[in-house]
C-alpha cells in the first residue's frame, strides 16, 4: 500500500514461504529495460505472489489494479511487495536515497508502518498502527482511516508518543522533547490541553 515518508527476519521468512508455495518463475517473470529492473513471483494460478522492483509499481488489491501514481514512495526507489493467496498486497518494504520503510496492511487499508526519512543532519523514525476499516467495503470506497498510535522520534522534536482517539485527534501525548524536557499531556477533543505534567530543572508541574 502506501509509505508515509520498513521485521526483516519475519520478512525474509515471508519471502521464503511465498517462494516455496509458487511454481518455477516464468521467463517473462523477469523485465529488464534500460532504466527499470523488476521480477516477480507467481503461484500456480498466475497470481502476483513477490514483486522487486526498481520503479515504484501499481497496487494490486481485491482484484483491482490502482496507478503507481498513487503509491507514496520514491519513483525510482527499491520496492519488495509481498501480496496474499489471492494476489492482494499486503505489505511491503521501500528504500529511497532519503527514506525507507515497511508497511504491513488490513484487507482494503494500510495497518502499521515503520518509516525512516533524513536530510542532512536532520532526520526522523516512525511508528504509525491504523485503524481497521469494514473489511466488506471494496478498496475505492474505503474511507480514510485514521492513526490510533503515533511513535516518533525527529531532531527536532525529540520523542513523542501520541495516542489517538477514533478521529485521529491526539488524547494522550508523551514527549522527551529536543532538549530533553520530559512532558505528559491529556488532551480533550478540541485539542485543549485539560493535564499537563511537565518536568523541568528538577521540578514538576
Do not use: C
Request: glycine fraction near 8%; charged fraction near 20%; hydrophobic fraction near 40%.
Amino acid at each position: 500500500m502506501t509509505s508515509p515518508l520498513s521485521r526483516r527476519t519475519a520478512l525474509r521468512g515471508a519471502a521464503l514461504a511465498a517462494a516455496a508455495s509458487a511454481v518455477a518463475v516464468p521467463a517473462h517473470a523477469a523485465e529488464t529495460t534500460a532504466n527499470h529492473h523488476s521480477f516477480t513471483v507467481r503461484d500456480n494460478r498466475g497470481r502476483q505472489r513477490l514483486l522487486a522492483d526498481t520503479r515504484r509499481p501499481p497496487i494490486l488489491i481485491g482484484g483491482k489494479v490502482i496507478p503507481a501514481e498513487q503509491r507514496q514512495g520514491p519513483e525510482h526507489g527499491t520496492y519488495l511487495v509481498f501480496n496474499d493467496e489471492n494476489g492482494s498486497e499486503r505489505g511491503g518494504i521501500v528504500a529511497g536515497a532519503s527514506e525507507a520503510s515497511l508497511s504491513l496492511d488490513y484487507a482494503n487499508a494500510q495497518a502499521l508502518t515503520l518509516a525512516t526519512r533524513w536530510q542532512g543532519e536532520h532526520g526522523a523514525t516512525a511508528l504509525f498502527f491504523k485503524q481497521m476499516p469494514d473489511p466488506s467495503l471494496p478498496v475505492e470506497q474505503t474511507p480514510p482511516t485514521p492513526t490510533r498510535v503515533e511513535l516518533v522520534w525527529s531532531t527536532a522534536d525529540g520523542a513523542v508518543l501520541a495516542l489517538n482517539d477514533s478521529k485521529g485527534r491526539p488524547r494522550i501525548v508523551i514527549s522527551v522533547d529536543a532538549q530533553d524536557v520530559p512532558g505528559i499531556r491529556v488532551l480533550d477533543e478540541q485539542g485543549n490541553v485539560v493535564s499537563d505534567l511537565v518536568q523541568a530543572t528538577g521540578k514538576s508541574k
